[in-house]
């Protein structure tokens, strides 16, 4: 019987962990299917330039996988049971495994703040970021108002976005402290020379305490009109790993050791948005491409470690800057020292908008290939107790 790999996930972390356990472990003794809920690679770091109007490459997942010995699985993942290891899916179907990859990302986190999920907008998924695109046409001939809230760098991105490809609109975007507070000084005054220059009104230290269908009502009373609000204030994690019994964070990452394996299931790893993994510095990596990266790096050497019975190699964990886009021809890139402050230089204008788009030709490129064209050194894997026992069993 032959060992079975499934992940869950096939954006950042999942395509590259499964294009590269394909490469890594012999076809002979593992079978590896990958499960996602869309046909696509979304390209989720450019979803704001989606909504704003951009056309964005989304390669067929077949395309992907073909020729790797891959099984992909079109279908949504509603629940994970770890004791049974099995994994559950919409259409009541269901798929056993011996090794579980959770990277399933992220999706917008509420906060609990009441109305955002019956009237925000939001753009951590496609089908979300087409919505708020429709309603952006709908309302550019009668100069509507958007507001962005939260100026994290995916607020930042979007108001940016929107107000640049459609400057008919009026884009605020609301910030809780100082606007980039924790970019260096150089990059904050960079940030708002550019909002001032896009026409972004920018609110700072307001705090949102409701959306409406028209308006957002700020604490002190404040209440400001919005055709379209667009909540960017952070991403949490599916509750389906919880549900499962898995050990998790208040936000539903699941926890895992330096290798990524659970620290509750000793079968299931996880890499991306869905880990919460201490990085070198000691602290929590965050949900980044460049984390879903060197998870998704860490969680391969230990399952092929583990399968092959070889030393697990050590991934470095780090996080080493944030590259935000301020619409196609401006951006900042701000380096973060090893307690991930912001260093006092940074980079912004054209030359950083052109760095950005390199980072994004290249995440879109070792995710589309996942195997990344390298020689295939296809391992056997070792006649573990566990092997043994299947063996006989089988
Ligand atoms: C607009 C925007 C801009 C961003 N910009 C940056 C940036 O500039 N730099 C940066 O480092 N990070 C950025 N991020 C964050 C980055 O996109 C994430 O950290 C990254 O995508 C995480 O990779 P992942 O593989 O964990 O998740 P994802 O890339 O989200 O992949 C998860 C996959 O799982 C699938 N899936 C989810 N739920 C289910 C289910 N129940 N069943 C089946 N399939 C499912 C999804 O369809 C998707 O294919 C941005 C995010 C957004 C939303």
Excluded at 80 to 105: K, W
Excluded at 178 to 196: I, K, M, Y
Excluded at 234 to 263: E, L, Y
Aim: hydrophobic letters at 40%; proline letters at 4%.
């Amino acid at each position: 019987m032959k060992h079975r790999i499934v992940v869950l996930g096939a954006g950042y972390a999942g395509a590259y962990v499964a294009g590269n356990l394909a490469r890594r472990l012999s076809p002979k003794d593992t079978e590896i299917t990958v499960v996602n809920a869309e046909p696509d690679l979304i390209q989720r770091l450019r979803l704001h330039q989606l909504a704003a109007g951009h056309v964005i490459e989304a390669p067929k997942l077949a395309d992907v996988f073909a020729g790797t010995g891959i099984r992909l699985r079109l279908a949504r993942v509603t629940a994970v049971d770890p004791e049974r290891q099995i994994v559950t899916f919409t259409d009541t179907g269901e798929l056993g495994y011996d090794t579980l990859v959770y990277a399933l990302g992220s999706h917008v986190a509420d906060h609990g703040v009441p109305g955002v999920a019956e009237h925000a907008f939001h753009v951590t998924a496609r089908p979300a970021a087409l919505r708020l695109r429709e309603r952006l046409d709908s309302l550019e001939a009668e100069r509507g108002r958007v507001v962005v809230v939260g100026d994290g760098l995916t607020g930042i991105e979007t108001a940016t976005e929107i107000a640049e490809a459609r400057p008919g609109l009026s884009v605020a975007l609301i910030a809780r402290g100082e606007l980039g507070a924790r970019l260096s000084a150089g990059a904050r005054g960079h940030l708002r020379r550019a909002c001032d220059r896009l026409g972004v009104t920018v609110l700072e230290h307001t705090s949102v305490e409701a959306v409406e269908a028209t308006r957002v009502l700020c604490a002190g009373g404040t209440a400001l009109a919005s055709d379209a609000t667009v909540w960017t204030a952070g991403f949490a994690v599916d509750p389906i790993a919880a549900a499962g019994g898995m050990k998790v964070t208040q936000n539903g990452q699941i926890i895992v050791d330096d290798t990524m394996r659970s620290v509750s299931h000793p079968d299931v790893y996880a890499a991306g948005d869905s880990a919460y993994a201490i990085g070198d510095n000691g602290r929590p990596l965050p949900m980044s491409c460049a984390s879903a990266g060197s998870t998704g790096r860490q969680a391969t050497d230990a399952i092929v470690g583990r399968l092959t019975g070889r030393k697990i190699a050590k991934s470095k964990l780090d996080y080493p800057g944030n590259h935000i886009s301020l619409g196609r021809r401006d951006g900042i890139l701000q380096p973060v020292d090893d307690q991930a402050l912001a260093r006092p230089k940074y980079v912004g204008g054209r030359k950083a908008a052109r760095i950005k788009t390199g980072i994004l030709q290249i995440s879109l490129w070792a995710t589309s290939h996942p195997t990344f064209g390298l020689p295939t050194r296809r391992r056997r894997l070792a006649d573990t107790p566990n092997a043994s026992a299947k063996k006989a069993l089988a």
